[in-house]
Structure formats: structure tokens, C-alpha cells
């Protein structure tokens, strides 16, 4: 008698393991569906209105925030801590003549 109860038991305990299992899989797979719904709505939107959907310019501001604190930055401005500025121009430094007048006289340039 005890192994005809622990047969049904162990029975029993597979079918409930199994149904939870697909209640988990038919979960999952809701959440993703809908999350794959949402996403092309999003881009359809953003297609029909041509401007980019909100979570990618808010992910882009915070990557271009967090960029100087990314990795190997603090080496690269250490080695960049001079660097060669070619908006600079040394040019060599002449005296203006003074401009004459309609009656002749001189007259100062300004």
C-alpha cells in the first residue's frame, strides 16, 4: 500500500512541477511579447512624428555625461596634459603709417 501512495505522490508532485513550469514559460513569454510590442510602437511613433524616442536621447545624454568618468580618461588627459594649441598664431608686430587727408594733412588711422 505505501508504494501505491508514494507512486501517486510522486505523480502528483511531476504534474505540479510541470504545470508551474509552463505557467512560468507562458509568463515569460507574455513580458517579452509585450515589451517587443511596446518597442515598435515606439519606433513606429517616432517614425511618424521624426523625432527620436525619448529613451534614446535620454541614454545618450547620460552616456555623453558619464564619459569623462569612463575608464583610461585620467591617463589620456595625464599624457594630454599640454597640449599644442593651433588656434595660436605668432605674427610679427609693424607700425601703421599714418593716412593722409583729402587736403593733405595727416591724419591717425583707427
Known amino acids: 500500500m505505501n ?32 515589451g517587443i510590442t511596446v518597442a515598435l510602437l515606439t519606433v513606429l511613433w517616432s517614425l511618424l512624428t521624426g523625432r527620436k524616442p525619448a529613451l534614446v536621447t535620454n541614454f545618450t545624454r547620460f552616456r555623453q555625461a558619464a564619459q569623462p568618468f569612463a575608464p583610461g580618461t585620467w591617463a589620456r588627459q595625464a599624457t594630454n596634459a599640454n597640449p599644442v594649441d593651433t588656434d595660436i598664431v605668432d605674427v610679427q608686430a609693424r607700425e601703421v603709417p599714418a593716412a593722409l587727408g583729402a587736403n593733405g594733412q595727416t591724419k591717425q588711422v583707427e
Open 3 to 34: 508504494l501505491i501512495s508514494d507512486l501517486i505522490s510522486r505523480i502528483l508532485r511531476t504534474l505540479i512541477k510541470l504545470a508551474f513550469l509552463v505557467f512560468t514559460a507562458m509568463f515569460v513569454l507574455t513580458v517579452l511579447a509585450i
